[in-house]
């Protein structure tokens, strides 16, 4: 019986910072509403000449992935692309990432889930590999979400920032016993009935990029539930209570949904690894993210008990116990 775990993780940011002062600058905000509401000190964008795109932010980051779970690029057997913001409606951000890294021929494919395309880019990597698509996945989520923010849009634009985070899974065998480690439980949801309140107004029907758009209020409401509802979901199917959990590793959307989802699910806030202060909202991007600064703090360490949630457009949502 095989099972994953994650060996090696990996980030990246544009050096280009972005304060609320800054913005404040530009658009009818301040520093204080933005804190006050959101928990966003600053965030990172791509600037103009800097190189950056989402396939070269995941680039950035899978390379010390890779490099972090000591295994050559050679050896990888596929590779998923999580990200709403790709640079081309194809090819793939995934066969990008393979040309750019020279990853011999494996699968590659790109996940199109927004804010939860991570978690299900990681459910759908433990499932080929339990199928027998090879031993070694390269999961990288990455946004650009700062090319599709309308800066005439106060609501939206102060939310969200630019980044990579990237994992290596493996395949190991193992026992299917509770001490088991690894990925032990995912839940994934998806309801399109939420379609209108969390979306891009572009694409190909309208031949145009298109902005974010958002009824935040509506959003808010929608994700300190259904964040709650699927962690509780995922730790039920890994058989782990909240006492048991070390760390919850949430979405970075907004502190007071990360804290409002925490105090639901009965965890003390000093387990919820946040970084929404530094990075703003960063999509797919955001758990790997948060999983990288964690552990490179050294705040995760081996064998923690993990639960990391996210909810995005769709709407979709979902949990892993891991
Ligand atoms: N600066 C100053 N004032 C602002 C700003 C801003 N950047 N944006 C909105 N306002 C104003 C509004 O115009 C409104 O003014 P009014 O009362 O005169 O009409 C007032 O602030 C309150 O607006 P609300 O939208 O009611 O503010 P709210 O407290 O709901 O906060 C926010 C807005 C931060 C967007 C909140 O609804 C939220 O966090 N929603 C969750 C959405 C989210 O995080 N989405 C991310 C993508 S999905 C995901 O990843 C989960």
Redesign the pocket.
């Given at each position: 019986m095989y099972n994953s775990r994650i060996s090696g993780l990996g980030m990246y940011v544009p050096e280009n910072i972005v304060t609320n002062d800054d913005l404040s600058k530009i658009m009818?905000?301040?520093n204080e509403?933005?804190i006050e509401?959101?928990g966003i000190k600053e965030r990172r964008h791509i600037k103009k000449g800097d190189g950056n795109s989402t396939v070269v932010m995941g680039v950035k980051a899978a390379k010390i992935a890779i490099e972090r779970a000591s295994i050559d690029k050679d050896d990888i057997d596929l590779i998923l692309f999580a990200t709403l913001s790709p640079d081309y409606y194809f090819p793939g951000s995934g066969v990008l990432v393979q040309e750019l890294l020279e990853i011999p021929t494996c699968p590659a494919m790109d996940i199109r889930n927004q804010?939860s395309g991570f978690i299900y880019a990681i459910s759908v990597g433990v499932a080929m590999l339990r199928d027998g698509y090879g031993k070694k996945c390269l999961v990288i989520g990455a946004d650009s979400m700062s090319k599709l923010l309308d800066w005439e849009d106060?609501?939206t634009a102060?939310?969200f920032g630019d980044g990579a985070g990237a994992v290596v899974l493996e395949a190991y065998s193992c026992s299917g016993e509770k001490e088991d480690r690894g990925i032990l439980s995912v839940d994934l949801n998806s309801d399109g009935n939420y379609k209108d309140i969390?979306h891009v107004d572009g694409g190909v029907a309208s031949k145009t990029t298109g902005y974010l758009r958002?009824e935040?209020?509506e959003?808010?409401k929608h994700?300190v539930e259904k964040l709650a509802r699927t962690s509780e979901k995922a730790m039920a199917k890994a058989g782990v209570k909240s006492d048991d959990v070390d760390w919850v590793v949430p979405?970075q959307?907004?502190i007071?949904?990360i804290q409002g989802t925490a105090r639901k699910m009965g965890i003390p806030d000093e387990k919820v690894i946040k970084t929404v202060q530094d990075h703003g909202?960063t999509s797919a991007a955001s758990i790997p993210l948060a999983l990288s600064v964690a552990s490179e703090a050294g705040q995760i360490v081996k064998n923690d008990l993990i639960v990391t949630e996210a909810?995005?457009g769709g709407l979709a949502w979902g949990a892993i116990v891991l």
């Open positions: 009818d905000t301040s509403w933005i509401r959101t804010c106060r609501s102060v939310l969390l958002m935040g209020r959003v808010f994700a979405h959307a907004n007071r949904i909202n909810i995005g």
